[in-house]
T-cell receptor, first 111, second 115 residues
């Protein structure tokens, strides 16, 4: 089935560093979502983007909806140990329809 | 306001047995989605249901898998005659009828192990 291309696959960074990850697709989405998943848990929504070009922040997290509607990025500034986890992008086309997920970016933060 | 509730959290089945996974959506949510996650992979859409209706089952395997969302009670994902390859985490999400994107919440998942 279709998946988004998410990169990088994993990141090992020092506490305090900034992080950037992105997703690309060959087709257009109307909504881009970014989730975080902790081990043994379900995905938790971090940021939702609804308009091409939209830039949205949630605390230390910033995400943008690409103007082509085929990509999105997520930045985390001044990382802390609790940022550890797997981050997923997801695209959505239709109201009430399914989400298409990226493969995830596993983030490790060294204190 | 309880979130999406899934049970059991962990389920072990022998090959050939049936697995039943339950999902109770958030209060006021009438749309349910099931996703499967294999180790070190993203979530893959399986099926989208509204009360008593299957809206989109394009991600469901053609055999052994079925889903329902009855008028009363939780949504059920049923896997008959399980095989080792069915071992995965199964997540349910729910949303209200007029979902614009942010109102889809996930449960904690059921981790199925087939031995």
């Amino acid at each position: 089935g279709q998946q988004l291309n998410q990169s990088p696959q994993s990141m090992f960074i020092q506490e305090g560093e900034d992080v950037s990850m992105n997703c690309t697709s060959s087709s257009i989405f109307n909504t881009w979502l970014w989730y975080k998943q902790d081990p043994g848990e379900g995905p938790v929504l971090l940021i939702a983007l609804y308009k091409a070009g939209e830039l949205t922040s949630n605390g230390r997290l910033t995400a943008q909806f690409g103007i082509t509607r085929k990509d999105s990025f997520l930045n985390i500034s001044a990382s802390i140990p609790s940022d550890v986890g797997i981050y997923f992008c997801a695209g959505h086309r239709n109201q009430g329809g399914k989400l298409i997920f990226g493969q995830g970016t596993e983030l490790s933060v060294k204190p | 306001n309880a979130g999406v509730m899934q049970n059991p959290r962990h389920l072990v089945r022998r090959r050939g047995q049936e697995a039943r996974l339950r999902c109770s959506p958030m209060k006021g949510h009438s749309h349910v989605y099931w996703y499967r996650q294999l180790p070190e992979e993203g979530l893959k859409f399986m099926v989208y249901l509204q009360k008593e209706n299957i809206i989109d089952e394009s991600g469901m395997p053609k055999e052994r898998f079925s889903a329902e969302f009855p008028k009363e009670g939780p949504s059920i994902l049923r896997i008959q005659q399980v095989v080792r390859g069915d071992s995965a985490a199964y997540f349910c999400a729910s949303s209200p009828p007029d979902w614009a994107g942010t109102e889809a919440f996930f449960g904690q998942g059921t981790r199925l192990t087939v031995v």
